[in-house]
């Protein structure tokens, strides 16, 4: 099994940053991502990064703005965010999977932390 913990999220005026991180223990995950989900609406897939090869791959909404890495050393996964908007107003999840492929579904992931919540005021 493994646990994730996320922090990082935080009040943040539209335009601003914000980096998230999760921290991993347990076994080794293949693949890390973060989803987001706002209220009343679904959960939606925000980027995904490789252990391996450190692919990544990202929702359009967060292309250009947002980054994903990983220091495996330290089995923590981030996720930096700039030039936030109001819409990005969420709270954001970290998971994981043992598959390689950089899905987008959230079915594919099978460990989830407890999520950080991130708010962007305009």
């Known amino acids: 099994q493994v646990q994730l913990v996320e922090s990082g999220g935080g009040l943040v005026q539209a335009g601003g940053s914000l980096r998230l991180s999760c921290a991993a223990s347990g076994r080794t995950s293949a693949t890390m991502g973060w989803f987001r989900q706002a209220p009343g609406k679904e959960r939606e897939f925000v980027a995904a990064i490789s252990r391996g090869s450190g692919s990544t791959s990202y929702a359009t909404s967060a292309k250009g703005r947002f980054t994903i890495s990983r220091d495996n050393a330290k089995n923590t996964v981030y996720l930096q965010m700039n030039s936030l908007k109001p819409e990005d107003t969420a709270v954001y999840y970290c998971?994981?999977?043992?598959?390689?492929?950089?899905?987008?579904?959230?079915?594919?992931?099978?460990?989830w932390g407890q999520g950080t919540q991130v708010t962007v005021s305009s």
């Open positions: 998971a994981a999977r043992m598959g390689s492929i950089l899905s987008s579904s959230g079915s594919a992931y099978d460990a």
